[in-house]
């Protein structure tokens, strides 16, 4: 079987369509209103990880007023409803959507299968384009008189827009256009990434031989393309609501005393609209997540990925039942309780090819040669880190366990867990491993090393205290606890405790921000492939890849992304658009 | 391409080697800019289907008080469809290579896209002057909504169709008859999306 390569004839270079590559004309079109991917994706990346920073400092200000209550004049119960919500809504949508998609997505897809750029460039600069006016938008919302809306991420009427409520008037407004936008922006990008995926491939790649980034980034844009429609149908429903004063939502309801003219709109429809695309975006964010970190596993650990079409079939299969378990976010709405039991059963299901994903990673790394290189370790952390938000997910996904948990802290530990803290430690490992590629200089491994243990270990000792803090009943959402029999004194000082370390975990990713600037100036010479992966973008001609991304001849490619310590060959690694000749493919497994 | 079939292939194996390495790298044969369209008119169909579950969820409610259908609808669907049917004739028209005939089925089409807006306007004007309000009944608020969508969805379509049109004069013959495939599709689209919200308009 290993002499199998000597058979196949040797193909000769791919005749490339004539793609009419767009070519910059001037400084202002090749860097800021740029049609090149890769310029798109840094545009993306700072644009989202700027507005990640005010999420940042939000939710300081909120770990403030939890730990200290009553010592901060400038936060006032309505500021802490506003933080919350628009640390929420940043930090899903405008952060991590918009970075592994519009950011990793516009750098990577191209680049790992071989294309020279997205497939409708033109449309994909609009999308980015439209991503910072739905942000400015976002934005802006902040200085309107009322401030932005405090409704909470999940914006559920009627409250989101009656009197009362922070930002009811202009906040709730443009927060919703600000969405609107936003998705607009994003199908315009989502359908260039699904396309290019499709027909841009070079020669020899074909799906199954793609490096599961791409298959997690391509998977979950198609489900942001089916998912995000429903945000968009409950944003433009709701700001009819709001300015026309339609029904739509909102039923007959007293407010401050007052009959208002609504009626007979339904609040729960919202609920449904929203988490038909609530849902599916945790995969948003989590199967970019799964399918980088299974790349920065295989590089590292220099072992093929284990089970490479179970992982494809398991970020498939997720991604499918990622639509059928939505209202599993609203069994306290009061639900039929048969309706519960099928979202139940549905949720728990997608415990198994999420459970075949972590296995076939610990069995990548089972007597591989680890190497412990930054993005290891926080593709380790994420796989832990995971586990835990994974698990505590099965108890949220149980009606009984939930009801009583429902609306406490448990289930913010919970989901900062698993659809925070773990694809944020994959964003900064997916940054520290293709740094490299993107500006030809490594980064400084000393701050890294520092920056990963102190984000990593801060993260357990913020979240694992809340989920104890669940568990003995504290409600989310509260702006201060007062005096409560059920809550003891420790519970204050724990959230002090857990204030003080997430104080010092930001201050901490100043350090990674400062890294990414030194290293740019004086960071060694990252050279060509530095961690020797079989994968395309690494095989460029130019370091950074140029305009075009390939030379003259778009690389083929004979073989999947995981050739790694094949036996015969002469490295340790067979990059995918080596010829067979000079090392045979690889055994069957 | 079987999607199954794909999934099933085991990259690594000799025999699959050698069958991915004459692989062109695409899936599907179709022009790309076609399989954009229909990817996008994918992403369309689930916004509109939402809106549409939106509709017959509050329609069952009681308090459901459905407005009167002007004729003056029946007239714009007439107008619709005659452009639909324009831009079918165009598109045969160009694919036969007659572009005098293709060029005025195009501006005919387009035409009467516009006609249908101004005549969808009108109808909003003659309601709003018979007090059907969006604000006063769920039933006015979702026939304004849904006509005002599929409105903007042909706004959107005539940006396509005025790029086509101001090609005209110097766009060679492939480049044109993509774009009247591209717009034909569309066109036909909204058609449909506008006969399913006039039906349910009329059924409530």
């Known amino acids: 079987m290993a002499e199998v390569g000597a058979e196949i004839e040797r193909i000769g270079p791919a005749e490339v369509e004539d793609v009419e590559l767009y070519h910059a004309k001037s400084w202002i079109t090749k860097y800021v209103f740029s049609q090149d991917a890769k310029v798109i994706a840094i545009q993306y990346s700072a644009t989202a990880i700027a507005i990640g920073m005010v999420a940042l400092v939000l939710s300081w200000l909120m770990r403030l007023q939890l730990g200290f209550p009553e010592s901060f004049d400038f936060i006032e119960a309505q500021d802490y409803y506003q933080f919350i919500t628009m640390h929420g809504m940043i930090m899903v949508v405008y952060l991590l959507t918009a970075l592994f998609l519009g950011g990793f997505g516009n750098y990577l897809i191209p680049l790992m299968v071989g294309a020279r750029d997205m497939v409708f460039p033109y449309v994909n600069m609009l999308s980015y384009w439209i991503y910072l006016l739905a942000v400015l938008v976002l934005v802006a919302s902040f200085f309107v008189p009322g401030g932005p809306t405090g409704a909470g991420w999940t914006l559920y009427p009627p409250q989101a827009i009656l009197t009362g409520t922070p930002g009811a008037g202009a906040g709730i407004v443009l927060m919703l256009v600000s969405l609107a936008l936003f998705i607009i922006g994003f199908t315009m990008g989502g359908l260039n990434y699904v396309t290019t995926v499709l027909q841009a491939r070079t020669r020899g790649m074909t799906l199954m031989r793609m490096p599961l980034t791409v298959w997690g980034i391509f998977t979950a844009t198609v489900l942001a393309l089916l998912a995000f429609p429903a945000l968009f149908v409950g944003a433009v429903m709701m700001t009819l609501d709001s300015v026309l004063g339609t029904s739509f939502f909102m039923p007959t309801i007293v407010s401050q005393g007052e009959l208002l003219k609504h009626d007979g709109g339904s609040p729960i429809l919202f609920q449904h609209l929203f988490w038909f695309f609530g849902h599916p975006e945790v995969y948003i964010v989590a199967l970019p997540a799964f399918g980088i970190v299974s790349d920065l596993i295989s590089v590292h650990a220099r072992r093929h990925i284990f089970g490479y079409r179970m992982m494809v079939w398991a970020i498939v299969i997720i991604g499918a039942l990622s639509f059928v378990v939505w209202a599993h976010h609203m069994y306290v709405s009061g639900m039929n309780p048969y309706f519960g039991f099928f979202f139940a059963t549905t949720t728990l299901i997608i415990a198994v090819p999420t459970a075949i994903k972590v296995y076939n990673w610990t069995l990548t790394l089972w007597r591989a040669n680890i190497n412990f290189t930054l993005p290891m370790l926080f593709a380790l952390a994420f796989i832990v880190t995971f586990v835990n938000g994974g698990i505590t997910g099965l108890f949220l996904g149980n009606v009984v366990v939930d009801v009583p948990l429902s609306d406490t802290m448990f289930v913010v530990a919970h989901f900062h867990m698993v659809m925070g803290v773990a694809p944020i430690l994959v964003i900064f490992g997916a940054i520290y491993h293709w740094y490299p590629l993107m500006t030809g200089r490594m980064l400084n491994e000393a701050m890294g090393q520092f920056h990963f243990w102190v984000t990593f270990l801060g993260a357990y000792m913020i979240f694992l205290p809340i989920h104890y803090l669940g568990f003995l009943g504290v409600p989310r959402r509260y702006f201060e606890m007062g005096t409560t029999s059920f809550i003891p004194e420790s519970a204050h000082t724990l959230n002090e405790f857990i204030t003080v370390v997430a104080l010092i975990v930001g201050v901490a990713q100043l350090v990674f921000f400062y890294n990414v600037v030194w290293s740019m100036i004086k960071g060694k010479k990252a050279g060509h492939n530095p961690w020797k992966a079989t994968t395309l973008e690494w095989q460029t001609e130019e370091v950074p890849p140029g305009h075009g991304n390939f030379g003259r001849e778009l690389p083929v490619v004979y073989r999947w992304a995981y050739d790694y310590g094949v036996p015969g060959a002469e490295d340790d690694f067979v990059p995918q658009n080596h010829p067979p000749k000079r090392a045979p493919a690889r055994a069957a497994e | ?204």
């Not at chain 2, 079987?2 to 000799?14: D, G, S, V, Y």
């Not at chain 2, 008080?65 to 324009?86: D, F, M, Q």
């Not at chain 2, 035409?111 to 003659?126: C, D, I, K, M």
């Not at chain 2, 766009?171 to 039906?199: K, N, P, Q, S």
């Open chain 2, 1 to 204: 391409m079987n999607i199954i079939e794909q999934l099933r292939q085991k990259p690594w194996t000799a025999e699959q080697v050698r069958i991915d390495d004459a692989h062109g790298g695409r899936a599907y044969v179709l022009p790309t800019a076609k399989l954009g369209l229909r990817i996008l008119l994918t992403a369309i169909t689930v916004l509109l289907s939402l809106f549409v579950v939106a509709y017959s969820d509050r329609m069952v409610v009681s308090d459901w008080r459905p407005l009167p259908e002007p004729w003056l609808l029946w007239l714009n669907t007439l107008v619709l469809i005659g452009s639909s049917v324009a831009m079918q004739r165009g598109l045969i028209a160009v694919r036969q290579g007659r572009i005098e005939r293709f060029k005025a089925s195009l501006l005919v089409a387009g035409g009467s896209a516009v006609v249908f807006l101004l005549g969808q306007l009108w109808v909003w004007r003659q309601l709003v002057e018979l007090g059907y309000f969006a604000a006063s009944n769920p039933a006015n608020a979702f026939f304004y909504l849904l006509t005002a969508l599929h409105g903007l969805h042909l706004l959107g379509g005539l940006v396509a169709w005025t790029r086509l049109v101001a090609r005209l004069t110097h766009g060679d013959t492939r480049r044109l008859r993509m774009g009247m495939e591209l717009c034909t599709i569309y066109w036909h689209f909204l058609l449909v999306v506008w006969l399913i919200f006039f039906a349910l308009l009329l059924y409530s």
